[in-house]
Nanobody, 124 residues
């Protein structure tokens, strides 16, 4: 089973960019669909993006389309989330997650492995 560690979060002003990274250890990273979710205080966990095993297809939540980009480097066992034009409403703990199969699922219950999360705060 894969283990996940996120990094790259921080405190930025609205309009800035951040890139999150999630490094996987364990077996066969390239056999997992990878996703990013976020959870703000008092809110449910929200789907952000998912990327296919090979990185050739991706899916995004409506609130981040056109601003965020998910990618992966299977040689480095790493998935990235490039976040541009950050807004205060993007403030949340961001989680990396892994699932088997091929579907780019947006439901958190489809993902079996989670990282510990990294805090992103965008101030106005």
């Amino acid at each position: 089973q894969v283990q996940l560690v996120e990094s790259g979060g921080g405190l930025v002003q609205a309009g800035a960019s951040l890139r999150l990274s999630c490094v996987a250890s364990g077996q066969a990273f390239s056999t997992y669909v990878m996703g990013w979710f976020r959870q703000a205080p008092g809110k449910e966990r929200e789907f952000v993006a998912a990327v296919s095993r090979t990185g050739d297809s991706a899916r995004y939540g409506d609130s981040v389309k056109g601003r965020f980009t998910i990618s992966r480097d299977n040689a480095r066992n790493t998935v990235y989330l490039q976040m541009n034009s950050l807004k205060p409403e993007d403030t949340a703990v961001y989680y990396c997650a892994a699932k088997g199969g091929f579907a780019l699922a947006d439901a958190s219950e489809m993902y079996g492995t989670w990282g510990q999360g990294t805090q992103v705060t965008a101030t106005s």
